[in-house]
């Protein structure tokens, strides 16, 4: 898989959504954290609008992921996982346990 192609998605990780939430925020809150599957969770007792935030997000990430998987010729799954496992390399405090 190209670098450019990381770099696109570590860009949606990271970057701050356009709505009252904020994603770094609600991870540091212990409201949402990266799975080893390339996606995030909300955790028990996240209020909804980080649920939602949390399901757009998702939706971006496949969105993206696929894009990758195609060009790539590999499996989404792989693009998935290898992504977080940079992500989770880059913040390993927002894992999900």
């Given at each position: 898989m190209h670098?450019?192609?990381?770099?696109?998605?570590?860009?949606?990780f990271v970057a701050t959504p356009a709505s009252a939430v904020n994603l770094g925020a609600a991870k540091t809150n212990g409201q949402?954290?990266?799975?080893?599957?390339?996606f995030l969770m909300a955790n028990a007792g996240a209020p909804g609008d980080v649920q939602e935030m949390v399901k757009n997000i998702?939706?971006?990430?496949?969105?993206?992921?696929?894009?990758?998987?195609?060009?790539n010729q590999v499996a989404v799954d792989?693009?998935?996982?290898?992504t977080a496992e940079k992500v989770i390399n880059l913040a390993p405090r927002h894992r999900c346990k």
């Open positions: 670098k450019s192609s990381i770099v696109i998605i570590l860009a949606l949402v954290c990266e799975q080893t599957n390339g998702n939706a971006k990430r496949r969105a993206e992921y696929e894009k990758i998987a195609q060009k792989q693009v998935a996982k290898l």
